[in-house]
Structure formats: structure tokens, C-alpha cells
């Protein structure tokens, strides 16, 4: 049995629970549009059961809630960002602005995030890049990789296993696993942003086979599973 939510009823829902495990408003805000939208989009292990596993994760210790962002620059078109073993969504967000000046300048640039929490599918950064104009691509370090037009609303999981840089990236970061034994959350993912006039990246997201699974309308969400939440 499921039920049927609106998405700013889910978004409200996200950052109630996150503020209720202590999260600041500014970042439960970003991170609960994050979840909500991934969502909307039917990547379910990106919405409320990454939720529920990072409400945990806030219990155990592993997640920092007082994790402060440090943003470097190793190359012209390249934003480092070290978490600080907190939430990815708002460490994302501190640097977008860069990254989004960055892909205006120079064509196309890259955000590397570490020592983060699972950033998911990355939903809030790619629609905003897409509403800033630019196409982006974001991938985690599981191989799930997500795409998305400039001024579009859908966001396009890609197939997983594409060669070259993809597996260079990958080998240099294996998939970290979430446990109540283990220590600070220690993710990684990268966010590409690119200008379509410059990269011509519009037409190979134009021709790609993929559809996106937003749902429109009501978004179905298992009452069981917000329950956990609520409760956890």
C-alpha cells in the first residue's frame, strides 16, 4: 500500500525529520529538496530510504551535523570540496555558484566531493543547473551516473559502465558501505556542469535512449517507510 504526496508536502516531511535529528534548518532544507525531489524523479534509494539510512547514520555518530565545508580550487576548472564527513546536498550547494561561474567561463567545470555522505543522485544540483542553462552530469562512486539538460526538469540515470575516465574515476574511489560499526561517512561523487553552446552536450542528451522517471502528479510513497523515519 502506498500513499500519495504532493512534493512540497515530501520536502516539508524531509526537513521535519532532519531538524528533529538536529540538523540546522538551512541544511535540512536543502537536503530535504534533495530527497524529495530524487522522489519525484522514482529514484526511491536517493529519496526516503536514503533519508531513513542517513537519519541513522546521524544517531550513530557517523554523520556529522557540524561538518564545515572545505572548498579549494586544484585546477582553473576543478572545485575540491572536503565535507568534512557531513551531509553532501548542502556542501554541494556552498560551491555551485562556482561551479555554475566556472562551465560560463571555461566551457565546462567539475565539482570532486569527499568525505561526504552519500550524495544520491544528486537531484537539487542538477535541476539547478538546468534552470542556470547548463546541461550537468553527476556520478557516484557506484557507478550510477545522472544527466540532465539545460532548462530542462527531468533528470536521466545513464547506463553505469561507460569506459575510459569513468572507470579511471571510479578505481580511485570504491564504493564505501554504511554500517553502524564503521567510522565517519567518507563518500565521493563528481558534478560536471557544461555549457551547451561550448560542448555540444545538449545533442547527445537530445539522442539518448534513457527516459527519465519523474512522476508527475502525486508522488507514491510507502506509509511504512515514512513511519521509519518519523520514528527513527
Keep these: 500500500m502506498t500513499h500519495v504526496y504532493d512534493l512540497s508536502d515530501l520536502e516539508m516531511l524531509a526537513c521535519d525529520c532532519l531538524t528533529r535529528a538536529g ?12 530527497v524529495a525531489l530524487a522522489e519525484a524523479h522514482g529514484e526511491a534509494e536517493s529519496g526516503f530510504v536514503a533519508l531513513l539510512r542517513d537519519v541513522r547514520l546521524i544517531r550513530y ?15 582553473p576548472a576543478i572545485v575540491e570540496i572536503n565535507a568534512g564527513h557531513g551531509f553532501a546536498a548542502p556542501a554541494i550547494a556552498e560551491a555551485q ?33 538546468a534552470n542556470a542553462d547548463l546541461a550537468a552530469v553527476a556520478l557516484r562512486s557506484d557507478g550510477s551516473t545522472y544527466a540532465i539538460g ?19 574515476l571510479l578505481s580511485l574511489a570504491p564504493p564505501v ?5 564503521d567510522g565517519p561517512v567518507a563518500h565521493t561523487a563528481w558534478l560536471t556542469a557544461l555549457d551547451p553552446a561550448v560542448t555540444a552536450i545538449g545533442d547527445v542528451l537530445a539522442q539518448t535512449s534513457v527516459t527519465s522517471e519523474r512522476t508527475i502528479g502525486g508522488i507514491a510513497v510507502a506509509p511504512d517507510l515514512l513511519a521509519q523515519i518519523v520514528n527513527a
Design 23 to 34: 540538523v540546522g534548518a538551512a541544511a535540512a532544507a536543502i537536503v530535504a529538496r534533495d
Design 61 to 75: 555518530g557517523r554523520l556529522h551535523l557540524d561538518a564545515s565545508p572545505v572548498i579549494t580550487h586544484p585546477a
Design 97 to 129: 555558484d562556482r561551479l555554475t561561474d566556472i562551465a560560463r567561463k571555461e566551457g565546462m567545470g567539475l565539482i570532486h566531493l569527499t568525505r561526504a555522505s552519500d550524495p544520491g543522485c544528486m537531484a537539487g544540483a542538477l535541476i539547478s543547473l
Design 150 to 168: 539545460p532548462g530542462n526538469a527531468d533528470i536521466v540515470p545513464l547506463a553505469s559502465g561507460a569506459p575510459g575516465m569513468l572507470e579511471s
Design 177 to 181: 558501505t554504511d554500517s553502524p560499526l
